[in-house]
């Protein structure tokens, strides 16, 4: 069964919201979590890889570009530190970014732009897709770049849900 875990940090910009987590079956993004997660349904390392394999056939597919991959375990590593797998991918669609930051007024969210999304490897070998919850932040940002946002976020959360069906499938 595919899970979401939901996990939400309650920075001061949004004290309105309390922070909980909760498991959900449904790949639906949920708009009242910062952070989105789903769990492979296979575990250990040839899963991680085979999770970071599909990701990465899903955002080509989908027309997006990967413009950048980061091993963070590996950078740790080189600096004395060990930590499980994790590998952060900067993903973007032009289709999205451009309008985005072709005007002053919707530019202000170019700190947000590539979307990145993460796959790691917790210490059980559970393997995790992990990304912002674009969604819930659009409805909090509103107007053109809330709605720019928004529909960015559905095709990305599109992707990560056939991600997690070709992982089901194998």
Known sequence: MLKKVITLFAPIA???MVAFSSVQASPTPDASGMFLEDTSPAKGQ?????????FKEEVTAAGWSLLGTDNVAGILSERGFTVQPVMVFSVCSGKYSSKLLAKDETRF????????VAIYMK??????ISRMNSVGMAQMIGGEAGSVIQQSGSDMEGIIAKTMSRLSAN
């Open 14 to 16: 949004l004290a309105s």
């Open 46 to 54: 040839a899963a991680f890889v085979n999770a970071i394999k599909l």
């Open 109 to 116: 969210v170019a700190s947000m732009i590539p979307c990145r």
């Open 123 to 128: 210490s059980d070998g559970s393997v995790v």
